[in-house]
């Protein structure tokens, strides 16, 4: 990549340029605009479930706690489209709610993984010297074990629990991105554009915000759509191992959980979240691979 | 290749380092005092005297760096100390769970790789034609269910609703084949994907068409030119995967009731029992270390440019 831009560089003005005021962190933005089917169709159920979630409490026909011993494991019916569970409670409810609780964690267990892992990077792979060796040896110590160990580490000294867990995910997750993107610091502060602020007076920080950020913003959206559907599949495992969201709150993992013994019967109980959790994993995946296919392609 | 290894054993040491230092903390961060758990166990309440002679007995009262000393000492030589909850050894605890969960990992780790690299490759060789869109479909899928839900779905059918397989426990073949499959399909997944495209790279390189233009047969060209070369870069991925086995077991081992480390994790954590906890992060982390240290080594040993980009030396 960066003996393409040393290229360009050589041989200026061979095409028209854009004008310099035009950012060049709106390039990926254009030509996502332009992008295939294969990008759009994801995003936008993506987009629609993450949406029909967080309006749970408008969409949702019942109050997902609410007990009615008179239809318990009820089949689909016009009042309960996806019957009714074990107590009595609507699924079709707890399924929203549950996918509130699901996504509203990973959501938020993912923005701040990506910034934690951009701050350290970012600051890592800029300012360099002896704190960027302290840093990268820290990173490459964490990144020797498997994440997930390092969340249950921290879990364990929590205790089990929503804020536990969330506080253990970032905890453990951010370590990942800091390297990513100190990595590709490294290489965009050799750049030329880079080299030619510099040398005009730039200061630290604006050649960070202005030059160097800018350009990690397509990784920043790859890594973060592929880390949102990583942490739905953790959070809801660890849900359904009783360490994460604690009942009667509804999580896709805590409601196959309470609902294991009837799954033989009423195969919908299983189905229902499962199919959940793995069509936005599924989708993550979709949009993050579909993005990335889109940047090389740029390059 | 003597100063490869060297270099890459003394980059372990910081690790284990923090691992240590991560086990011991978790274990010193006791809820109350270790001394009046210890003693209440036996029954009823000890006396402020008894609790001092024993805090003492202990080395409670010593400062930080001491107690780390003492703990590090006494769990190089396999004392963890004792669970919170019924007070027995923790090493006994884990250690008699190491077998089953390395006998899990083991079979796991061999059907991963098999499937993986298997499918990965005749992917690679198919490229774009039906099999090769299938196959993407299908490791997108499988890598986006989560294993406790294909666990789950395989005891309701396969062992509930037909009865061909026992629904958990511990035992021969028998009991391994769900808890297997739950576990290897995600990894093994990403290792397909992984293997598709290094085969779809090799195949492109000019020595792969020098050899094609040479009017050699397409076996000997999959065998001896593609293959090795598409294998090399998988090495590595294998201690990784490695890894993602051992993170996996703590789900699939509780489902399937699995008598191993990461069902005993699982409710460490759930009555935070923190030496076990520390203990187990320290022997899964040691062991992925290890691992990780084996297939380094082995990808080095088979592809020069490694170990010589690693020592400095004329690599790049």
Not at chain 1, 143 to 164: C, H, Q
Not at chain 1, 242 to 259: C, F, H, K, R, S
Not at chain 1, 267 to 276: D, E, F, K, R
Not at chain 2, 139 to 159: C, D, E, G, N, R
Request: charged share 15%.
């Amino acid at each position: 990549m960066s003996s393409l831009s040393n290229v360009a560089g050589a041989f200026p003005a061979t095409r028209p340029r854009p004008a310099i005021h035009e950012r060049p962190d709106m390039r990926p933005l254009r030509w996502l605009g332009k992008q295939k089917l294969s990008l759009l169709i994801p995003s936008a159920l993506l987009l629609s479930i993450v949406v029909a979630s967080i309006l749970a409490s408008v969409l949702a026909p019942y109050n997902p706690n609410a007990l009615d011993m008179q239809q318990m494991l009820a089949s689909p019916s016009p009042e309960h489209p996806l019957g009714t569970d074990q107590l009595g409670r609507d699924v079709l409810s707890r399924i929203l709610y549950g996918g509130r609780t699901t996504i509203v964690m990973s959501l938020i267990g993912t923005v701040a993984t990506v910034t934690l892992g951009l701050v350290v990077g970012l600051t890592s792979g800029y300012i360099g010297g002896r704190f960027d060796l302290i840093v990268s040896t820290l990173l490459t110590v964490l990144l020797s074990v498997p994440s997930l160990l390092l969340t249950l580490a921290i879990l364990g000294i929590l205790g089990a629990g929503t804020e536990g867990l969330l506080i253990a995910l970032i905890g453990a997750g951010w370590v990942g991105h800091a390297r990513i993107f100190r990595s590709s610091v490294l290489s965009l502060r050799e750049t030329v554009y880079v080299e030619a602020a510099e040398s005009i007076g730039a200061s630290r920080g604006r050649i960070l915000w202005r030059h160097i950020f800018p350009n990690l913003m397509t990784s920043v959206v790859v890594l973060a759509t592929l880390d949102l559907g990583a942490l739905i599949l953790t959070i809801t495992s660890l849900s359904f191992l009783g360490l994460g969201v604690q009942p009667p709150n509804a999580d896709w993992g805590t409601m196959l959980n309470e609902a294991r013994t009837y799954f033989g019967q009423y195969p919908l109980l299983a189905v229902a979240p499962g199919v959940c959790i793995s069509l936005v994993a599924l989708l993550c995946n979709l949009v993050g691979d579909a993005i990335r296919d889109v940047v090389d392609v740029g390059h | 290749m003597g100063r490869y290894v060297i270099n890459r054993l003394a980059a372990a040491i910081p690790t284990l380092l923090l691992l240590t230092l991560t086990a011991f903390l978790l274990n010193s961060a006791a809820r109350g005092d270790p001394a009046t758990n210890a003693l209440r166990a036996g029954g009823q309440e000890p006396t402020p005297e008894a609790i001092t002679a024993y805090r003492e007995q202990l080395g409670l009262d010593d400062p930080l760096p001491v107690r780390y000393a003492t703990w590090l000492g006494n769990a190089l030589q396999g004392d963890f100390g004792r669970s919170f909850i019924d007070q027995r050894e923790v090493s006994e605890i884990l250690g008699e769970r190491i077998g089953p969960t390395l006998r899990l990992g083991l079979a796991a780790f061999i059907f991963t790789t098999i499937l993986g690299v298997g499918a990965g490759l005749l992917f690679g060789l198919f490229a774009n034609t039906w099999i090769d869109y299938g196959g993407r479909v299908g490791s997108l899928l499988l890598a986006s269910i989560p294993s406790f839900w294909l666990a789950l779905l395989l005891i309701t059918y396969v062992s509930e609703k037909w009865q061909l397989l026992p629904v958990a426990g511990y035992g021969g073949l028998k009991f391994m084949i769900l808890p297997v499959l739950a576990l290897s399909l995600g990894p093994a997944a990403s290792l397909m994907r992984f293997t598709r495209s290094g085969m779809i790279e090799v195949w492109r390189q000019d020595y792969v068409r020098t050899a094609r233009s040479k009017g050699l047969r397409q076996t000997f060209l999959v065998m001896r030119h593609a293959l090795p070369n598409a294998l090399l870069p998988i090495t590595t991925l294998l201690g990784l995967r490695f890894g993602q086995l051992l993170a996996g077991a703590i789900v699939i081992e509780s489902i399937f009731a699995w008598p191993g480390m990461g069902s005993a994790l699982i409710s460490a954590i759930s009555g935070r029992d923190l030496p076990v906890i520390g203990a187990y992060v320290l022997i899964a982390g040691v062991l992925f270390i290890v691992v990780n240290l084996v297939t380094d080594l082995g990808y080095a040993f088979l592809d020069p440019r490694v170990r010589l980009d690693a020592t400095g030396g004329r690599g790049a």
